[in-house]
């Protein structure tokens, strides 16, 4: 069935590293790829979003591109912020476009550390 | 727009009683979701409505659950006879079909916690 792997955490880094979390999904159909973030306390956020292969999504400065040749939809940041500390999940819709579900990876815990 | 909401935010409750949360999505999303998330895991999916036809229900929504959206807005989750494992956090997700807009956003989640 789907399914979406990430990367095993906790990971922590000093503000101003480079950020990258690794993501891949089963290759079921062509679905929707998905970054939420949760940060302490709050509810889940969609972080960026992409809808076919080769798309980047992009905002607050992270970046990930749906690249269906690795199955593969990392996370990528060039320089970490205190801010940025908080749980990232990566998922997947079930059918292209008109996503009836999401199916979320184990989610990886992000500190980052003046 | 005021966002996802879901009430309570936390419920304790003794094993074998029957618990019930509530969503409201964003105005005008026809789309609604549930998910549980335990710790250290992400959110799985459980049912979703489009409207108020229920489309799809997880395996993992046994017949102690029921959920509801009467009037194709705001949506019920009830577990009867809870058990100590459905303890988790339900997360309700809504989101607006037939426009190309397949993005979900999520509510605060209700904790649960089965004694």
């Known amino acids: 069935g789907d399914s979406v792997t990430q990367m095993e955490g906790p990971v922590t880094l000093s503000e101003e590293a480079f950020l990258t979390i690794n993501c891949t999904y089963t290759a079921t159909g062509y679905p929707s790829l998905f970054w939420y973030v949760q940060y302490p306390g709050e509810g889940l956020q969609l972080l960026l979003k992409a809808t076919k292969a080769d798309d980047k999504g992009s905002n607050k400065g992270f970046e990930a591109t749906y690249r269906k040749e690795t199955t593969s939809f990392h996370l990528e940041k060039g320089s970490v912020q205190v801010s940025d500390s908080a749980v990232y999940f990566c998922a997947r819709g079930t059918l292209t476009g008109a996503n009836s579900k999401l199916t979320f990876g184990k989610g990886i815990t992000l500190s980052v550390r003046p | 727009d005021t966002g996802v909401s879901q009430d309570p935010r936390h419920k304790i409750t003794k094993r074998g009683q029957n618990v019930t949360f509530r969503c409201d999505p964003i105005s005008e999303h026809n789309r609604l979701y549930w998910y549980r998330q335990t710790l250290g895991q992400g959110p799985e999916f459980l049912t979703y409505f489009q409207n108020e036809a229920q489309l799809e229900k997880s395996r993992l929504l046994s017949d102690r659950f029921s959920a509801e959206r009467p009037k194709g807005s705001f949506s019920t989750l009830e577990i009867q006879r809870t058990e100590q494992g459905d303890s988790a956090m339900y997360l309700c997700?809504?989101?607006?079909?037939?426009?190309?807009?397949?993005?979900?956003?999520f509510g605060p989640g209700t904790r649960l916690t089965v004694l």
């Open positions: 997700a809504s989101s607006l079909e037939g426009r190309g807009t397949d993005t979900q956003y």
